[in-house]
């Protein structure tokens, strides 16, 4: 079965901390993604990678980096944590994009994360 | 600049009615368009993809969309709904590859409640 993970369901973070969020998946996608996902805004693409130590920026990446130094794991930071960037955070991955082919994406559960 | 519009933040439907819930799109070249739901705290599900061929694209749990490039619009329809279809559904598109990454843009969504 399909498997993308993420380190915390839950996050509770003081602002100008720190953050990490971390993202496995065991299915060999070369593709990662970062989304955040705000009411009424749907899903909004923070970061993505095709392949190890490469990246690039989505729509929101100010305020974000990434890092991903195996294929399967991809890592979202948050170097000072602003009360803005209280959101739900989702993690996808998908095969790439071959030709006219198209893979869909395989969501992690989540994590909701809280910066007071 | 690619973008999705789903018109109605909330469709309330009885159960064992038809349901619709509407997506219509805009992107250059030929469309690549993707449902997904959302079940409470969890995380998105891919239902079904429409790349090329028929326009009616049948996917999981009896779900299945309609594409329609006139009114460039990719309902998602089943003919019977069921308490457990009640959750988030979001449209999702992409244009035509072109080499590099071609991103996936979501909606914002559309609550479905089906009432028993």
Not at chain 1, 49 to 67: A, Q, T, W
């Amino acid at each position: 079965d399909v498997k993308v993970t993420q380190s915390s369901r839950y996050l509770v973070k003081r602002t100008g901390e720190k953050v990490f969020l971390e993202c496995v998946q065991d299915m060999d996608h070369e593709n990662m993604f970062w989304y955040r996902q705000d009411p009424g805004l749907g899903l909004r693409l923070i970061y993505f990678s095709y392949d190890v130590k490469m990246k690039e920026k989505g729509d929101i990446p100010e305020g974000y980096s990434v890092s991903r130094e195996k294929k399967e794991r991809f890592s979202l930071i948050l170097e000072s944590a602003s009360t803005n960037q209280t959101s739900m955070y989702l993690c996808a991955s998908s095969f790439r994009l071959v030709g006219d082919r198209d893979y869909e994406q395989y969501f992690g559960p989540g994590t909701r994360l809280t910066v007071t | 600049a690619q973008s999705v519009a789903q018109p109605e933040d909330q469709v309330n439907v009885a159960e064992g009615n038809p349901l619709t819930v509407k997506c219509t799109y805009s992107v250059s070249g030929n469309p690549y368009l993707f449902w997904y739901v959302q079940y409470p705290n969890r995380g998105l599900q891919f239902l079904l993809k429409y790349i090329t061929g028929d326009n009616l694209v049948k996917g999981s749990y009896g779900f299945e969309a309609e594409f329609n490039k006139s009114q460039t619009s990719f309902h998602l329809k089943k003919p019977s709904a069921l308490v457990s279809d009640s959750a988030l559904y979001f449209c999702a598109v992409r244009g035509s590859f072109s080499g590099g990454y071609q991103k996936v843009t979501f909606g914002t969504g559309t609550k479905l409640q089906v009432i028993p």
